[in-house]
């Protein structure tokens, strides 16, 4: 045998979640020796929490070279963001919701400088995740980043954020059993090398979180756990090269509502229901997922939004021309059939969707 050299892989540098860790930022970036950063705060989290970090930050002696709120992750005002920050910038922080993580885990890209990511809500498994959803050319499309050097999770943090977040992010959690079906799928039918340790990995992030067991969503083990499979969530895709792990057909047809809707929910919470939706397609795990969205009370929630089949039964058509080089179950039009037939039929969809 020749000299095959082992796949190399980024993992974060650092990794804490838990109550209170906010305060301690400062003492986390002086261990990884970066004293000179740029802080990107989500709208309006400069009040709520710049003040905690930057007292930090101030303690440990390190510099904040520039701050500001963002709210744009347009990929031409990210460009020169970036390319306007100091040269003696050693870190890019971003600190907010899913937007601000994308556009400050872009930045950090983009000057090839580390980027440490403190999501505020668990709304996504972005904050671990090596892609950027940004605007382009008018268009949200998922562009490639690097994984965050370092993430700072403050569970208290996360519990302050409306309960939506939470809903979105146990949506975009539950997902997990129906993409690595999907991936399973491709493997199966020659359209795809599944990555055995990706896919282990990933299976145990949301295995563990689904049967944690809980009385409320607000619970500290419950958050953790959530955040923990997120976070595994990212690292499963940074060893496959791709988000086949995380991502199927209920993340197609996510997508594809975003482009059909005036005003999309929020990804997981769509996500979510697609996942119900394609475990029944698939018939893998249904019970599980079904259970799990009635005990968080995804259910209700979903249910409160007042969602529209027939946009559902458009984005299950487009979903395939969504990543047409994917081949997962909605790519075969008798699924797709399946699809729309049980968007009709199935008892907690007709509940949910009107």
């Given amino acids: 045998m020749g000299n095959v050299a082992a796949k ?5 540098n650092l990794l804490k979640i838990g109550a209170g860790t906010l305060e301690y930022t400062g003492e986390y970036l002086k261990e990884l020796d970066l004293d000179k950063v740029v802080l990107l705060f989500g709208n309006g ?3 709520m929490f710049g003040g905690r970090v930057m007292e930090s930050l101030k303690k440990a002696e390190i510099e904040i070279l520039e701050y500001q709120e963002l709210d744009t992750v347009c990929i031409e005002d ?25 556009a400050a885990k872009y930045c950090g890209y983009l000057r090839n400088l580390p980027f440490i990511s403190i999501p505020t809500s668990s709304s996504s498994d972005g ?3 090596s892609s950027a959803s940004l605007v382009v050319e008018g268009r949200r499309k998922s562009v490639p980043a690097r994984l965050a050097y370092g993430i700072i999770v403050d569970t208290e943090v996360i519990k302050s954020a409306p309960d939506k977040f939470l809903y979105s992010g146990i949506g975009d959690m539950v997902a997990k059993i129906t993409a690595l079906y999907d991936w399973k799928f491709e ?28 009385h409320s969503i607000k619970e500290e083990l419950f958050l953790r756990e959530l955040l923990d499979s997120l976070a595994m969530s990212g690292i499963a895709n940074e060893i496959a090269g791709s ?7 209920e993340h197609l047809i996510s997508h594809a509502l975003d482009k059909l809707l005036e005003q999309p929910q929020l990804h997981g919470v769509q996500v979510g229901i697609a996942t119900y939706l394609m475990s029944l397609v698939q018939d893998h ?22 969602m529209r089949r027939s946009d ?18 909605l790519h075969e039009e008798t699924y797709r059939e399946k699809a729309k037939e049980l968007l009709r039929t199935d008892a907690h969809l007709r509940e949910i969707l009107v």
């Fill in 187 to 214: 493997g199966d039918h020659g359209y795809a090398d599944v990555n055995d340790f990706a896919m282990m990995i990933a299976k145990k992030a949301v295995n563990s979180f689904v049967r944690t067991p809980f």
């Fill in 243 to 249: 988000s086949a792990p995380t991502s199927g057909s």
């Fill in 312 to 329: 559902f039964e458009k984005a299950v058509d487009m979903a395939p021309s969504v990543k047409p080089f994917r081949h997962t179950y």
């Fill in 285 to 306: 795990r249904y019970k599980r997922v079904d259970t799990m969205f009635t005990k968080t009370g995804f259910w209700d929630y979903a249910a409160s939004l007042r």
């Fill in 8 to 12: 190399e892989i980024n993992i974060p």
């Fill in 45 to 47: 989290l400069i009040d």
């Fill in 127 to 129: 904050f671990s995740s």
């Fill in 78 to 102: 990210l460009v020169s963001l970036a390319f306007s920050m100091p040269n003696k910038t050693q870190a890019v922080v971003g600190l907010g919701g899913g937007k601000v993580i994308d």
